[in-house]
């Protein structure tokens, strides 16, 4: 039997790495994601997880030995944010070029300086090159559901999967969760059988040197795996929504129907947007929400289907994308993205960007509707417009 | 280039269908030779330990160490002798400076070296056979004047390098002041008759009761032999310069110690002052306290500067000896012909002298008595020159030599106490194996100072047998086992070392005969006692092995290439597949790798 508590979103990842009978733990602490591990690290002392917890001495770390785990057929997991995800770089790319299905819950936080541990993108999808999957959360039941969905995605495709939300919004406030029954889950989530694993009465060489010769159809065959993802990702939600009673996809369409607009957000943000939409709505406003899910791979033909073919052909003329992060020189990350997936589509509506709630600053239903305003009061895009800038 | 023509080849995929979805080996990863991206190659090499650095006689303590950990105890024993003739004797007498050198000093105390040599010298005892002549007999001869630990060491190595020794020695039993100076609490006379019977058994021939007593002997014996060792010590005590010293009742503390040995009985009565701060004085001390009298030993200057060894002088307060510092005699006291006590001086420390230590200043209107019923003096110890022939120069005491003890005279050598050195049984030990083979040197017509290049240890001027055997003939008893290992004469400091391996631990002690035990009947057993087994084994184990291989697999664990192989004894480097990273070498708890530039190939 499920069980609902009221959880904070780092408790909701810890039980959802429980319920996924995670074998290998290896993760270094750091602000906002320490209550994942130390929750884990209990849960395992109490012997309620048969899982070997590695302490390790960074998050580099921490992400070898996930990766030795997962090669040697272990389901393995760890955690980190901001600055450990940067110092984990080099390996996120052995992780995801060595087509190891690790979980890696990320809580998003600024990057310094200026020192901040408050929420910010900007940490995991500056990652968005090294061939991970990555799923972004509103609620703290998206997490542990996402935790779970995540191995089972992982292992299908054989790629490793980044599941992120934002510090603080989500990672320290407490919501009502429903924790589904572990029998359950393991009905969901068989246990981890790789195909090629570290076996000495098998032994092969893993990660060796590969030349021109064959290095870029291992790109092609990843690349394959990264396409079939998008799928795959449907097909275990549909599973999970059979199983679990709840649905996901790789993006969602709030208030739609009848839009003009649509407010293209990720992460938390998306709760204080149907705030908002609710109260233009109320107004006469014809405003709906595209509410990204999926970043990697991107889900470029989803987006193309959802704003093209509304209601029977009905067309978006623009959309406002909400970028709780920045590229410099580039602008928002998830906007250029966009921009990218519609070009040359002939229906496509006017993409206008904003930054907002950069490094913490929060996000109000204010915030949201002052974006609003000036998408819906100018004709043309022209520059990215900060929202509630000091200037 | 057999190699080169049978290197594997990479699989060929036709279609990335074939291929796996992971990059993994499907076929022998064994084309991909990394060997040919490295710029450093590491090698296996032994280093000088900073122990075998310290020791006069260069013993490579590190490897009878190592021997006699696996059990293997004659083994240890052939490899301590190479250097040193007798561990028994000088695992009881040496003041040991190698344990100065130790480096495990820094982590916990020094091995306790001297307890394991007396240990290994015991464990061999009466049974083990003579040491063996490294080479056939040279038809060769040579006279040693003196049986004390200089002349000893010269004829046992001189033997072993295949020449003819005549050992002469004017008292009725060999071993000089190893037998008349030493007292038997520190090194038993059974211990020392022993080693001395297995020098006569390898063949050298002790001529007793037959000194060199003047110098036309001397010169005799060099017409009639290759070559001359002389080796006659130090043996007249130094007068002490006071009114009043010739009385009875006065006497040199070496003679009161050397009547043990020949027999002859003082009654020193129940008082006994001793003059002086050296060996001899404390030996002479704690001779007198054993037979029952109350003894104080004065001394001129401070307990820092007195050169006798610490571990004496501390035994020696143990055992009831009084020392009063800062006191200088100034006249025997005479009572009916017979010294009653002495006048003396205070003194304080003024400027430093040339010895360096600070120079005692008499205290005016100090003086103070001391009664007595027996004084020995104790101040040092002279040479008797009477034997030397004038051609051969004398500079402040000392016999003037050249390089390892030649003499003027190029057939005539001198070491030990004659000749300018530290007087120690260490020392003598040293130069009597630096003069053998400086004489087996000009017996083959071999430049000595190029042979010293090749076998000094460090920047030490002292000598090794092993590294002068393997210039001798190609290889060494008992240098590296393994002949593709590089012998290096760098000396392992602690820094050199990967600390990381090693864990603090403190020395264990020698077992010493309780103070109640030393002064009863038992007087004269010796004082330290021979260790057990487990006590033994445990300071064995404490050893770093410094600069040598132990065979702890670090470099074959480490190793990120698997390009390390164990082998039966030692270890392979595939440089087909080293990369250089140096992780083995850096890994090596004990410096025995080093890392070198990979030559050019032309």
Known sequence: MSKKEVLMGNHATSYGVQLARTQVIAAYPITPQTQIVEELSEICARGDLDAKFIKVESEHSAMAATIAASKAGARAFTATSSQGLALMHELLFWAAYGRCPIVLCNVNRAMAPGWSIWSDQTDSLAQRDTGWIQIYCETNQEVLDNMIMAFKLAETVNLPVMVVYDAFILSHTYEPVEIPDISEVDKFLPPFKPKYKLDPSAPYTFDPLCTPDNYMEFRHIMEEAHEGTKKAYLDVAKDFSKRFKRKYGILELIDAEDADILLVTSGSMTSTTRVAVQQLRKQGEKVGICKLRMFRPFPTEALKDAIGNLNGGHRIEKIAVLDRNISHGGGGIWSKEIKGALFGMSTAPKVFSYHLGLGGRDITPDTIKEAYEHVKNNDQPKETVWIGLKR | ?602
């Open chain 2, 1 to 602: 280039m057999s190699q080169e023509q049978n290197r594997p080849k990479p699989i060929k995929y036709n279609s990335a269908t074939e291929m796996p979805y992971c990059d993994l080996s499907q076929a022998t990863m064994e084309w991909n030779q990394t060997g040919t991206w490295r710029y450093l190659r590491p090698s296996y090499v032994e280093r000088t330990p900073s122990c075998q650095a310290a020791c006069p006689t260069s013993n490579d303590i590190e490897k009878w160490i190592k021997l006699f950990e696996k059990g293997e105890i004659e083994a240890a024993w052939g490899a301590a002798t190479i250097e040193n003739p007798f561990p028994a004797i000088m695992g009881r007498v040496c003041f040991h400076p190698c344990m100065d050198g130790c480096n495990r000093g820094e982590l916990g105390g020094s091995v306790n070296i001297n307890m394991l040599e007396r240990a290994l010298g015991d464990a061999v005892g009466e049974k083990l056979p003579v040491a063996t002549p490294f080479f056939e007999k040279s038809g060769k001869s040579v006279a040693i004047i003196g049986s004390g630990p200089a002349g000893l060491a010269c004829a046992y190595h001189l033997t072993r390098l295949g020449h003819k020794v005549t050992v002469f020695e004017r008292e009725k039993k060999a071993g000089g002041m190893l037998r008349y100076g030493i007292p038997a609490y520190r090194l038993s006379k059974d211990v020392l008759d022993r080693e001395i019977e297995r020098l006569s058994r390898m063949g050298v021939e002790f001529k007793l009761d037959s000194g060199v007593r003047d110098a036309t002997k001397m010169q005799e014996l060099k017409q009639d032999y290759n070559a001359v060792f002389v080796a006659i010590g130090a043996q007249k005590s130094r007068p002490l310069g006071i009114p009043d010293e010739k009385t009875t009742g006065v006497m040199s503390g070496l003679d009161f110690l050397r009547s043990f040995e020949t027999g002859r009985k003082h009654n020193i009565g129940n008082r006994v002052l001793v003059i002086g701060g050296g060996n001899t004085a404390v030996d002479a001390a704690r001779t007198a306290k054993r037979l029952g009298a109350e003894v104080t030993i004065l001394y001129r200057r401070s307990r820092a500067e007195m050169p006798a060894s610490e571990e004496e002088i501390q035994a020696a307060e143990d055992e009831g000896v009084r020392i009063e510092m800062l006191i200088a005699p100034k006249r025997v006291i005479v009572k009916s012909g017979h010294a009653a006590g002495l006048e003396c001086q205070r003194m304080e420390l003024g400027e430093p002298d040339e010895s360096g230590r600070r120079r005692p200043v008499p205290v005016e209107g100090s003086e103070i008595t001391f009664e007595s019923t027996t004084i020995l003096s104790a101040i040092g110890e002279q040479i008797e020159t009477n034997i030397i022939p004038s051609s051969l120069r004398f500079d402040n005491g000392a016999l003037v030599t050249k390089s390892c003890g030649q003499t003027e005279w190029n057939s005539v050598f001198a070491g030990g106490d004659i000749i300018e050195q530290p007087r120690t049984v260490v020392d003598a030990l040293c130069a009597g194996k630096k003069s053998s083979i400086a004489i087996d040197c000009l017996l083959h017509g071999d430049n000595l100072d190029k042979v010293l290049d090749k076998i000094q240890i460090g920047d030490t001027e002292y000598v090794s047998m092993a590294r002068y055997l393997q210039h001798r003939t190609g290889n060494s008893p008992i240098l590296s086992t393994n002949s593709e290992t590089e012998l290096l004469n760098e000396i392992v400091r602690f820094e050199d070392l990967n600390a990381a391996y090693f864990t603090k631990s403190s020395p264990n002690e020698s077992p010493t005969l309780p103070v109640k035990d030393r002064l009863n009947g038992k007087s004269f057993e010796e004082v330290h006692t021979s260790p057990s087994e487990e006590l033994r084994n445990d300071e064995l184990s404490r050893c770093f092995h410094c600069g040598r291989c132990t065979e702890c697999d670090n470099c074959f664990i480490y190793c990120p290439d698997v390009a390390i192989a164990k082998k039966q004894s030692g270890f392979d480097i595939d440089l087909y597949y080293c990369k250089g990273c140096g992780v083995c070498s850096f890994e090596c708890p004990r410096a025995a790798m080093k890392m070198s530039e990979e030559p050019t190939e032309l």
